[in-house]
């Protein structure tokens, strides 16, 4: 059985997620604007920029992508976790926790352009 040194990095995780859940709100959507940023290159191919978007529910789509991003981080802990159970050393498990992050802002912010876009981009 493995003790409470085991899960570190997945309490560590934890509190990134969890302040990664808040920021979106107390930032009011501009630090999920900087992950759109990350993202922007594939998601520019299925939706107008966001920098050109206008109107009443454009907020709430960083709001909810920038808390939905956030659970990346508990993901990434996992894979983490695991990678560290199989014995891989630092280097690919540092290589594969940004690009579970990037896959993650990806993910969110598709699924809520998807849900909330309406058809003409934000415009007003």
Same mark, same amino acid.
């Given at each position: 059985?493995?003790?409470?040194?085991?899960?570190?990095?997945?309490?560590?995780?934890? +509190?990134?997620?969890?302040?990664?859940?808040?920021?979106?709100?107390?930032?009011?959507?501009?630090?999920?604007?900087?992950?759109?940023?990350?993202?922007?290159?594939?998601?520019?191919?299925?939706?107008?920029? +966001?920098?050109?978007?206008?109107?009443?529910?454009?907020?709430?789509?960083? &709001?909810?992508?920038?808390?939905?991003?956030?659970?990346?981080?508990?993901?990434?802990? +996992?894979?983490?976790?695991?990678?560290?159970?199989?014995?891989?050393?630092?280097?690919?498990?540092? &290589?594969?926790?940004?690009?579970?992050?990037? +896959?993650?802002?990806?993910?969110?912010?598709?699924?809520?352009?998807?849900?909330?876009?309406?058809?003409?981009?934000?415009?007003?």
């Amino acid at each position: 059985m493995r003790g409470p040194r085991h899960l570190s990095s997945l309490l560590w995780s934890l +509190i990134a997620m969890v302040g990664a859940a808040v920021l979106p709100v107390v930032t009011l959507g501009l630090s999920s604007y900087l992950v759109y940023l990350a993202a922007s290159p594939v998601l520019r191919l299925f939706y107008p920029p +966001i920098w050109a978007a206008k109107g009443p529910l454009l907020w709430p789509v960083l &709001i909810g992508a920038g808390i939905l991003w956030s659970a990346s981080f508990l993901v990434a802990g +996992i894979l983490d976790t695991v990678l560290k159970a199989r014995g891989h050393s630092a280097t690919p498990r540092r &290589i594969a926790c940004p690009g579970v992050l990037w +896959i993650g802002s990806v993910a969110a912010l598709g699924l809520m352009l998807h849900l909330s876009a309406p058809p003409d981009g934000f415009r007003a």
